[in-house]
Structures are given as structure tokens and as C-alpha cells.
């Protein structure tokens, strides 16, 4: 039940009896919750940065990953040899030439050529 | 003036105002945080033509609350013509309780200018842009706000007496 008419506040008591209520104060997390990055620099928002990518795709990244490294791993044998002959003399008489007597074929494997 | 600087100025304002508002702390956490996520979701929709950044926010939480005080109340209008009863001032057991319970007996949209203009310290056109009524509407409910809360709180006049004295 309210108190008669006659019976009420002045304005000033009543403007003194107001900031009784007081609000408390706004919590701390709100600004994380607001600002999720927060002002952390970039280079430590690195470590919590995440990609989402779709499991297929990640299937097909991680084979073609293993098959790279697994062709990067294993040694690859050249059987591609040559016949290195004697530079042809490019000064010579060719009345001077006379048949080859012996023949010795030397099969050099790529791995020991220099150039 | 970018979210961040936003939040620092005013973050305090909109919680306090946002709990009168709900008398709770979670809900007025959750709408001091939605203002602020609006703002940094959408910030072009803060013209500072049309007022202050503090009165851009101000008037989220107060559609937010609107919305809490819906879902909460369903069917219930949010207007002047709730009268909701008097206060027992043997409930309260202190001053600060005892104006709690009474600006949260007044109808909704008094205590929305009672606290804007008494504890805010926003001025009646800013009131009345928050709110969206005229001017003369918001001073009317201020004053009917006051016209109660004077007689609701009389028990407390020597209260109000030593607040006044110091």
C-alpha cells in the first residue's frame, strides 16, 4: 500500500536517496568476449590461428605430400650412359688418317661426367 | 572512433544502464556485449549525424532489454498502463535495495527515462531520440516517474536527509 498523498519526498531527498543504487562495475571478460583478438600483436595471434579445410581435400594433400616425399627419398638410377670419343681433330690431314687397329669402348656413367 | 576506443568510453555506461534496466548481471553482460559485437559487426551503421556514439549504443541496449523483457514476459505490453503494486519497505533491506525495487515497480517506459536522465545523465531530447517519442512524452514520464518514486520511497526521507546533508 503507498503512503498518502501529503506524505512524499521533496525533490532534493529524493535526488539524494537516487545514487544509493549503485550498478557493479561491467566484468573484465567483456572485452575479450567483444574482441576475441584482443590487442595482442600479430605475431602471437599466429600460434592460436586456425584453418578449417575440408576433410578430402586434407586427404588429398597429405597422399600428395607422402607421394612427393617418397619420390624425394628414394635414389634415381640413370642408365642413360654415352660413348665418349676422342675430339675430332679439327687441324688434321686426313691423308694422315689411318684405320683404327684396336677399338676400346669406355662407358662413362653420367654421375662421373664433370659437365 | 574504431569498436575498440568505442568500448573503452563506453562499455562501463551501457553494462550500468543495461542492468537498471534488467536488475540482472548476466543479461546486462549479454547485452553490453551484443551492442559492442553490432558495432564491430556493422560499424557503418553508426551515423554520427544522427548523435552521439554513447546514444548509437544506448539505444541497442535498449532494444535488446526490450527483447529480454518480451521473451521473458510473453503477451505482457511493454507500456505505461502496467501499475504494478507498491513496495514494502520491510523487504528492503537497505536504501540502495530499496530504489532498486522501487524504479523497478514504475511502468517500463518510466524507468527507462528515470534512469537514462537520473543515472545516465542523459538529457531529455537525447532521451527522446533513444526512445523514439518527443520530447515533451519523455519529460512527462520522467515527471510521473518521479511523482511515484517521492511517495514510494518516503520511509526513507532521513536517509535521503543524511545523503543530502553531506
Known amino acids: 500500500m503507498l503512503p498518502n498523498d501529503e506524505e512524499q519526498l521533496t525533490d532534493r531527498e529524493l535526488d539524494a536517496i537516487l545514487p544509493a543504487w549503485k550498478a557493479p562495475m561491467a566484468p573484465v571478460r567483456m572485452r575479450a568476449a567483444v574482441f576475441p583478438g584482443g590487442s595482442r600483436p600479430w605475431w602471437t595471434r599466429l600460434w592460436s590461428a586456425s584453418v578449417h579445410v575440408p576433410v578430402p581435400v586434407a586427404c588429398c594433400v597429405a597422399l600428395l605430400l607422402a607421394l612427393a616425399a617418397w619420390r624425394w627419398a628414394t635414389p634415381r638410377t640413370v642408365y642413360r650412359d654415352r660413348i665418349v670419343l676422342p675430339a675430332a681433330n679439327a687441324g688434321a690431314d686426313p691423308s694422315q688418317l689411318r684405320p683404327v687397329t684396336e677399338l676400346r669402348l669406355r662407358i662413362v656413367r653420367s654421375a662421373d661426367v664433370s659437365n | ?166
Open chain 2, 1 to 166: 572512433m574504431t569498436p575498440e576506443n568505442a568500448f573503452d568510453q563506453h562499455h562501463q555506461a551501457v553494462y550500468s544502464f543495461a542492468f537498471r534496466l534488467t536488475r540482472r548481471a548476466d543479461v546486462a553482460e549479454d547485452i553490453a556485449q551484443e551492442c559492442f559485437l553490432a558495432l564491430v559487426r556493422a560499424p557503418h551503421r553508426y551515423d554520427p549525424a544522427r548523435g552521439s556514439m554513447k546514444l548509437f549504443l544506448f539505444s541497442i541496449a535498449r532494444n535488446l532489454a526490450l527483447k529480454h523483457y518480451r521473451d521473458d514476459r510473453p503477451g505482457e505490453p511493454y507500456d505505461e498502463g502496467f501499475q504494478p503494486a507498491g513496495i514494502d519497505p520491510r523487504q528492503s533491506l537497505d536504501v540502495a535495495s530499496a530504489v532498486a525495487s522501487a524504479v523497478a515497480s514504475l511502468p517500463e517506459l518510466q524507468q527507462e527515462a528515470l534512469i537514462l536522465f537520473e543515472y545516465e545523465g542523459v538529457t531529455l531530447e537525447e532521451i527522446a531520440q533513444i526512445v523514439g517519442a518527443d520530447t515533451g512524452t519523455v519529460k512527462s514520464r520522467l515527471h510521473r516517474a518521479r511523482e511515484r518514486l517521492r511517495r514510494v520511497l518516503v520511509e526513507y526521507r532521513k536517509v535521503g536527509n543524511a545523503h543530502a546533508a553531506k
